[in-house]
Structure formats: C-alpha cells, structure tokens
C-alpha cells in the first residue's frame, strides 16, 4: 500500500516558509501583515478581494502568490486549465524583496558566469548564489551546455508580455535559456485562458537542477513558458512540503 501523502500546508504554514525563505528581509507575520526587519511598514497579505485567475495574475496579493502548489521533479506533466504556480505574484512584495526601481535593482546586480557568457543577477535573497550551484550542477552535464547558452537574457525592467503586472526579470531574479528550444504559449496561438497546446524541447533534467536550487520552472505552467526559470523558493519549499510531484 503506498504511504500517504502529505497533507497540502495551509496558509499560516505557507507564510511560515515565505518567510523562512526570505530571511534577509522578513522577520514574521502578524495577523494580516508581513512584517520586515528593516522597519519598513508591513505588507498586507489578503486583501479581501475575490479574484479570478486572470485578475490575480495582474493584481496579487501574498495569499494569491502562495495558493497554487508546484509539481517538482523530473516528470512532464500538463498543467490544467489555469494551474500556473508561481505565476501569480505580490508586486508589492517582489519590490520589497528586490528594489522598486530599475536604479534600486541595478545597484545589487553581480555577474554570474555562466557557460562562456556573464549574466547580472541579483544578489539580494541569495539569488545569484543560487544561480552559480545551478551553474555547477549543470556543468557536470556538458551535454545540456546547448540548451543553457546563449541565454537570451536575466535584468529588464518590465512588465509581463501583455499584462500589468512585472516580470521577475525586472528583480534580476529570472533567467531564459537558449530560445532556440523554447516553446510558449502565446506563440503557439494561445489566448489568456485558453491555450490549445503544450510543448517543451528542454531535458527535464536540466527543471529538477534548477528546482533543486530554487528556481520555479515556467513549463510547469498553464500559460506555459518553457525557456523561463525564476528564484522563487518559498514556491519550491511549499511544494516540498505538500509533497507534490510532478512524477505521481
């Protein structure tokens, strides 16, 4: 008989790890607030709002950014209609986490070496310490190096391809790989919603490497996104602790 899973944490579990995953910046919660230790006000954590999937995508709070669970692991597996964990994000936070400005992000960029390239990522929450044990993991692998370089890119500040919200590029908290292997679902014909098909061309490898560090993989995706791959570890560490895979 196979051994029960774990029981899906809930929300007051899943601000635990936020915060646990963020330990330069979060001190705690306290009732609705998530509170910082460098005395700035607290955030909000739900604000009340009924939303659907796409309001949450432009306009999430912290609730919203930690209700989907992640599958990990080296499985493909299709998402379901709207099922986009990590997608959904707290602006408001990732600005707090990571600077709020173009200028306040730049500041913290440092180069990360990366397959015969140099990306600037950030420092902040670890992230580019992060990226360098992907690095190293992925080089014990040269045959992957194709699919990993050349990047097509880690720092822009900008919003999400067609909506309101920002892309984590903005925080030097995502990188692409090689587009030459990257399927999404705007170019494959698909509307918010509404995606006719799922592809990906990327060893599944090369997502549990990046999960094991922290990163969330944007083939996990719905609204799919396979050459993107972004620090998110408060994702990756409620996903461990529900127990999702993506291989069951």
Known sequence: MPAARAAEPD??????????AYPESLSGVQG???????????????DGKA??????LAAGDVEDSLRQIYPLGACEKKPEVD???????S?????????????????????VKWFGETLRV?????????????????????ELKRYLSPSAGVFNWRKVS???????????AAVDLNTKFADYWIWSGGKPGRVPKYANKYPLEIVEIFERYGFVWGGRWYHYDTM???????????????????CR
């Open 51 to 56: 939303k659907d999937h796409q309001t949450a």
């Open 228 to 246: 993107h791959f972004e620090y998110r570890p408060e994702v990756i560490a409620i996903a461990k602790a529900a127990d999702a895979s993506a």
């Open 32 to 46: 609705n607030r998530l509170l910082f230790k460098d005395g700035r006000p607290a955030l909000e954590i739900d």
């Open 91 to 111: 602006d408001a936070l990732m600005m707090r986490l990571y600077g709020a400005s173009a200028k306040e992000v730049g500041a913290d960029l440092v180069p």
């Open 122 to 142: 950030t420092k902040r929450q670890g992230a580019a310490a992060a990226l360098e044990k992907v690095r190293g993991a992925l080089a014990e692998k040269p």
């Open 83 to 89: 099922v986009d964990p990590g997608r959904i994000r």
């Open 11 to 20: 929300l007051a579990a899943r601000l635990k790890l936020l915060v646990e």
């Open 162 to 172: 067609g909506a309101k919200n920002m892309s984590v590029h903005s925080f030097g």
